[in-house]
């Protein structure tokens, strides 16, 4: 499967940060989704999943935020991110998340990412 | 749930690297490992403690028991130079958890 993200590059303090991944080689509703991000020169933070039925989960940190869907007639997974501060500055990847014997285990496959910077 | 890596690992071409992830009882956990070039996005290159991924060498292998998780390159090579990190499924709290990374640095 190929992942691809898109959306954009620069979004103003206290606005929403809106990103899309478009999926491909692969079918949409049969798997588990999630969004990573990584802050320059820092550490991976997983940000939450969407299942193949739509429930989703998310970090609580950013809980009251965000929000993650799909889009399956378009083969698209979306992340909406509320009142972004500077803090939110990060390349955002769109990520497989492998489901298997009956858990959620590893993230299998990354788009090359989208780098998304909060400023005025 | 907390993951812990060492910021930094440095070794000699040829050396072995070894990367550690410590974790209360991690051993009792599925521990993932990705690697990540300089301006690339990570790549899976462990998973389930010790199985490599399909056309990752030899060279890299995995063990996890009691508290510590470890990443092991043998015959360490310059495009080895990157940063890994460990991963595990929280369970509890239903929450993907990174360590906070690795850079391997052959001198």
Known sequence: VQLQESGPGLVRPSETLSLTCTVSG?????????????????????????????????????????????????????????????????????????????????????GQGALVTVSS | YV???????????????????????IGGRSVHWYQQRPGQAPMLVIWYDSDRRSGIPE????????????????????GDEADYYCQVWDLDSDQGVFGGGTKVTVL
């Open chain 1, 26 to 110: 692969g079918s949409i509703s049969s798997s588990y989704w999630s969004w990573i991000r990584q802050p320059p020169g820092k550490g991976l933070e997983w940000i939450g999943y969407i299942s193949d039925s739509g429930s989703t989960k998310y970090i609580p940190s950013l809980q009251s935020r965000v929000t993650i869907s799909l889009d399956t007639s378009m083969q698209q997974l979306s992340l909406n991110l509320r009142s972004v501060t500077a803090a939110d500055t990060a390349v955002y990847y769109c990520v497989t998340l492998s489901y298997e014997f009956g858990e959620l285990t590893y993230f299998e496959s990354w």
């Open chain 2, 3 to 25: 993951l812990t890596q060492p910021p930094s690992v440095s070794v000699a071409p040829g050396e072995t690297a070894r990367i550690t992830c410590g974790g209360n009882n």
């Open chain 2, 59 to 78: 060279r890299f292998s995995g063990s996890n028991s009691g508290n510590t998780a470890t990443l092991t390159i043998s015959s360490v090579e310059a």
